[in-house]
């Protein structure tokens, strides 16, 4: 199953706060399409942008999303990772890790760019968090954003206050 994305625009520097939020598809760890603005019918949304599964910091940081999953999802929120990894790779980071959250595979770097979230040494999803709310006219507006620098963990609470 080969989700399009080619309507979104590849940014230089990170999306902003008050942004309208680019709206994407994406498979999920289990093949199944994910889509941004179903989501957000919901309620907030929380993307982390992460480099690569298995990896120190990126485990550490879906640990913490899924420890307080209870909290999101009280709160109506949703949080998703979001990395250039396949849906395999995510499957199995997610079973070995035991992680309950969603995990996105954006394997053509379509989003991570559209949010100018890229790591281009790498190849991959620089590191992240995008809270998206829903604006008035129904769009996914940016609530807030925290870009990290490669081995920096989220400052989590700051993210929980934005929910």
């Known amino acids: 199953m080969a989700i399009k994305n080619d309507h979104l625009s590849a940014r230089s520097s990170p999306i902003s706060t008050g942004d309208v939020a680019p709206d994407f ?17 919901q309620g907030d949304v929380v993307l ?21 999953f209870d ?14 990894d396949s849906f395999a790779v995510q499957k199995a980071w997610a ?12 394997m053509h770097r379509q989003v991570c760019k559209a949010y100018g979230l890229h790591w ?9 968090t995008v809270v998206i709310g829903k604006s008035s006219d129904g769009k ?3 609530k807030f954003v925290q870009s990290r620098e490669p081995g920096k963990a989220m400052d989590w ?6 929910v």
């Not at 035991?98 to 595979?105: C, E, M």
């Open 48 to 68: 982390c942008f992460y480099p690569m599964a298995f990896t120190g910091v990126c485990s550490t940081e879906m640990k913490c999303v899924s420890d307080d």
């Open 120 to 128: 281009g040494d790498l190849n991959v999803a620089s590191r992240g």
């Open 25 to 41: 598809a994406l498979l999920d760890q289990h093949r199944k399409e994910w889509k941004l603005s179903d989501a957000l019918k």
């Open 95 to 106: 079973e070995a890790e035991g992680y309950k959250q969603t995990l996105l595979a954006d």
């Open 140 to 142: 996914g507006v940016v």
């Open 157 to 162: 609470q700051a993210v929980v206050a934005m």
């Open 71 to 84: 909290k999101w999802t009280s709160k109506g929120a949703q949080v998703v990772g979001v990395s250039a």
